[in-house]
């Protein structure tokens, strides 16, 4: 009997063990620095506009930091009372890629565009700071930014 109680007790021990040896140990899972679902994705920064070398005028933004970006969404205030949301999607470029050609126009325009930042899992950054840029042909746009532009709709 002492012999099936002594293996008893040092199976709880061995299986008590096992259970206390992955305490402490860092998995991708607890990690602070890693990746979730949950972990919100940055909108972009410094989002400007001017005149391209080229002419027409050129949407620039500051490169994410995040490991994981994908794409940037370029998107064109553009309102429809049939449309739940006034900016539309104009353009998506590659994660290298921070600017966008604005296309050209033949009269005075203004228009207001920001930018989503994607990861790799698909998820997207709230818009970034809205960007008013007001195009006059042969001319250098006048941009500026701010809150002070029209609310989206969600």
Not at 41 to 50: G, I, K, S
Request: aromatic share 8%; hydrophobic share 35%; glycine share 8%.
């Amino acid at each position: 009997m002492k012999s099936f109680r002594t293996h008893v007790g040092f199976l709880v021990s061995a299986v008590a063990l096992l259970a206390l040896a992955g305490c402490g140990h860092m998995s991708d899972a607890t990690d602070p620095t890693a990746a979730t679902d949950d972990a919100p994705v940055r909108a972009p920064v410094n989002v400007w506009a001017e005149r391209g070398d080229t002419g027409g005028y050129v949407l620039y933004w500051s490169p994410s930091d995040a490991p994981d970006v994908t794409a940037y969404q370029v998107y064109l205030y553009a309102p429809d009372p049939s449309s739940d949301n006034t900016y539309v999607m104009v353009s998506q470029q590659g994660s290298g890629q921070t600017s966008y050609q604005i296309p050209l126009v033949s009269t005075q325009t203004t228009q207001i565009y920001r930018v989503k930042t994607e990861n790799k899992k698909g998820k997207k950054s709230p818009y970034s700071q809205a960007v008013t840029v007001t195009m006059l042909p042969g001319d250098s746009p006048v941009a500026t930014t701010g809150d002070d532009l029209p609310a989206m709709r969600h």
